[in-house]
């Protein structure tokens, strides 16, 4: 851009003024393309590590919009795909997700993130639920074991003569 004016102030080529600010235009186009892919990114990497170590669960109880922003979310990322492979209509593209995806994502992403610690705190909540279930379980399992010591098995199973349970050679005197 800077060339472009000196030249331009200097009595420079046209050709090569308007070549120069063609250069510029798509710098500014190629940063605001970055701009946008590391804001995606970002996000793509926080929901990653939010539902990996809370749980998609956890998220969507403390966030109730989660499943409609992931899914638009989504949507976001394959028009940022889309746009790889069809250069011809990339700055198109990139135009609309400036336009409308990303402030809308945005807005929807910084809620999410006030909403961590509501998450932080479901996610706790059905770890516990989890452990006090396991912890019933073995209780239960040791419960039953203990109640099956306890019981007089020679009476419950019908043997009643103190005979049985002596050697055989003590039976045979």
């Known amino acids: 851009m800077i060339d472009a004016l000196d030249a331009a102030h200097h009595g420079g080529d046209p050709k090569k003024i308007l070549a120069l600010l063609e250069d510029a235009r798509f710098c500014c186009h190629r940063a605001q393309h970055d701009a946008i892919d590391a804001a995606m990114s970002k996000m793509s990497i926080t929901l ?37 492979e069809n250069r011809k209509d990339r700055n198109g593209i990139y135009e609309a997700l400036t336009a409308v995806d990303l402030p809308n994502l945005t807005e929807r992403f910084t809620r999410l993130m006030a909403a961590e610690p509501i998450a932080k705190n479901a996610a706790l909540k059905i770890k516990l639920g989890s452990l006090n279930g396991f912890v019933l379980t073995v209780v239960a399992i040791l419960a039953m074991i203990f109640a099956g010591l306890a019981v007089d098995w020679d009476a419950y199973l019908g043997e009643t003569s103190t005979d049985s349970q002596l050697p055989a050679e003590a039976n045979s005197q």
């Open 48 to 84: 990653d590590n939010m539902t990996s170590r809370l749980g998609f669960d956890a998220v969507a109880s403390a966030h109730p919009d989660f499943n409609a922003f992931y899914s638009d979310f989504m949507v976001a990322r394959e028009k940022i795909a889309q746009s790889r």
